[in-house]
């Protein structure tokens, strides 16, 4: 099972766009299912999560652990996604702080 697995640091005031750019499963490659989970260090992110044209979340305040997600509990979102689509996980820091952001999306490749 293809995985990304990414550990960003976002400064204070900051957004990345897509904590998932430049990997080599940021788009599908074939029919797939995705399983994301996700974690910040602190309280006071934000994160969204988009698959190709669908929101899969609007913007939520991430859960708090020192850790990565442990699967398949902490994976809350699992979505479908067509062959071109592009996985995007959008994380705004508003704090005074830097902030991390823990984050593995689990690929399921579908005939």
Do not use: C, H, K
């Not at 099972?1 to 998932?20: D, K």
């Not at 260090?41 to 190709?52: D, I, R, V, Y």
């Amino acid at each position: 099972m293809p995985s990304i697995i990414r550990e960003t640091s976002v400064a204070a005031g900051i957004t990345n766009e897509n904590i998932f750019s430049g990997s080599a499963y940021e788009f599908a490659r074939s029919n797939q299912i995705v399983s994301v989970g996700m974690a910040q260090s602190a309280t006071g992110g934000f994160a969204s999560l988009q698959a190709g044209p669908q929101i899969v979340a609007e913007e939520f305040s991430v859960p708090i652990l020192t850790r990565y997600p442990i699967q398949p509990d902490e994976f809350y979102f699992n979505m479908g996604m067509a062959v071109g689509d592009r996985l995007v996980l959008r994380y705004r820091n508003p704090t005074g702080g830097a902030l991390t952001l823990r984050a593995i999306a689990n690929i399921t490749e579908v005939a």
